[in-house]
């Protein structure tokens, strides 16, 4: 039987967006998937768009009133039926027709195999698509969850049981419920992960965690708050450390700057 892929995407006001969002599901060759969108109650044209989609059986819509961006994800998994689940949100799309083949092969591969991540590329809102950003997950290791780091979240695909067993996300935080989820399941519990080397998901700039200092700050705080009370010893000072590591994506962008889906 044929590893069926839940994709979750939550949206609110995203009419600019959503339409690149599903066509680049609606693109992959793994065709075996189902699309849930959890849109918050929109006030603009993003439920039209939606809706000329819903006649594809894969592809759900829930609209209604949320507690914000974790509790609507949380819902669509609660209501997803698929055997590995991710996050692509309205502004995120898939970099190539292959990101879902690239994303199930592993678990085809490996019975053991949990979840996988692979890399993302940030791109401005321009027309240009200029690349801001190469965030590789080559280095990652999962000690270094202690610096706030982590995979691109928008990489990350688990398998359904992995939040049967340890939950979802917390309504704790507002900006790192991601950050905090991923700590208790891959460096806490440890599940069993896999890097794929590639590019899966292109997202802009501009969300929660990437929308200026005030965010950075806000974003780092909260990393301290999820390391206590999920008892992993961090500090403000060791968080920022981070920010090092960024000078490996920086080479990428020396020699590629745009990007043309």
């Known amino acids: 039987m044929r590893i069926k892929v839940s994709i979750i995407t939550v949206c609110l006001n995203a009419e600019n967006t959503i339409r690149r969002t599903i066509e680049s599901v609606l693109s992959q060759s793994y065709q075996n998937f189902e699309l849930i969108i959890v849109d918050g109650c929109s006030l603009d044209n993003t439920v039209s768009i939606v809706r000329e989609y819903i006649s594809d059986n894969r592809i759900c819509l829930i609209s209604e009133p949320d507690q914000g961006l974790y509790d609507a994800m949380n819902k669509g998994i609660m209501f997803s039926t ?7 949100n309205s502004d995120d799309f898939y970099s190539s027709k292959r990101s879902l083949e690239l994303i199930v092969k592993p678990f085809n591969t490996s019975k053991d195999i949990e979840g996988v991540y692979g890399d993302v590329i940030y791109i401005d809102k321009s ?9 590789s997950s080559k280095y990652f290791r999962r000690r270094l969850f202690i610096i706030g780091m982590m995979p691109p979240h928008a990489t990350v695909y688990l398998k359904r049981d992995i ?8 309504l704790d935080y ?16 440890k ?8 590019i899966l998901v292109v997202m802009q700039l501009g969300g ?3 929308s200026g200092f005030k965010s950075v700050f806000a974003l780092n705080r909260e990393i301290v708050q999820s390391c206590r009370k999920n008892n992993v010893y961090t500090n403000i000072c060791l968080v920022w450390l981070k920010y090092i590591f960024k000078i490996f994506e920086w080479r990428y962008l020396l020699f590629n700057n745009s990007y043309n889906n």
């Open 82 to 88: 698929g055997d590995i689940i991710g996050i692509l």
């Open 127 to 135: 027309k240009s698509g200029s690349i801001k950003r190469h965030y």
């Open 163 to 170: 939040f049967v067993k340890f939950g979802c996300y917390s």
């Open 174 to 189: 507002k900006i790192v419920s991601d950050f905090d989820f991923l700590l208790r399941v891959m460096f806490l519990e």
């Open 191 to 198: 599940i069993k992960t896999i890097y794929i080397p590639s």
């Open 208 to 210: 929660l965690s990437s």
